[in-house]
């Protein structure tokens, strides 16, 4: 709040650097036009990645076939243990809603919002409202030049309630492969336990099992 009414009265930190982009030949400082060409950046970023079409390339990883269905157990006192991690940020997504707000709430609302969670999985519906993320005017610097357009990546903002129901969707479809040990041994990107590290070491132990041959 004391940012966006220091920002009104024209008191801006001294360590705020002005944002500045260079188009062409023309370096622009104008916000809205900063934010017009941004804009049009990462929409034409995102199309030419939905454009561009696999290699084809096919890895046999032997996946194993699962006979079983996923249930997806019903919702009671875990949006409360979900709530309690996060971070409890003053950030709203399209809705307007506070994190942490919703944080501090959480014990009033439990009941309905539980509710609306059960129907959603029971539907298989994802509430449109909540698929609208909000897009941050001053976008991420990733690295290199600053006044490069391409250095820049933009910060969406998902509904808190949003974010919740995902997370109750993945804790239910990561407990049915891990119980029914569906993900490969290959797989080492986001589980638990595994890493980066872990990959290259699984790669190493093949160099040397091929080279002991």
Known sequence: ????????????????????????????????????????????TAEELVKQK????????????????????????????????LKGKPTAGDDDIPENLVKQCMQLIKGPLAHI????????VFPDVWKTAKVEVKP?????NKYDIRNYRPISIIPVFAKLLG????NRIILFLYENKILSEAQNGFRKGKSISTMFHSFIGRIQKALDK
Do not use: A
């Open 117 to 124: 969670y059960n129907l959603s999985l029971n539907s298989g």
């Open 54 to 85: 696999t290699n084809g390339s096919v890895y046999n990883l032997n996946i194993k076939q699962c006979p079983n269905s996923i249930f997806i157990y019903p919702v009671t006192e875990e949006v409360i243990c979900l709530t309690k991690s």
């Open 167 to 170: 997370r109750l969707i993945y």
């Open 1 to 44: 709040m004391w940012q966006l009414i220091n920002r009104e009265i024209g008191k801006v930190p001294e360590n705020e650097e002005k944002l500045e982009m260079r188009i062409g030949n023309k370096l622009i400082s104008n916000p809205t036009e900063i934010t017009d060409k941004l804009n049009t950046h990462f929409v034409s």
């Open 140 to 144: 991420s610097y990733i690295k290199g």
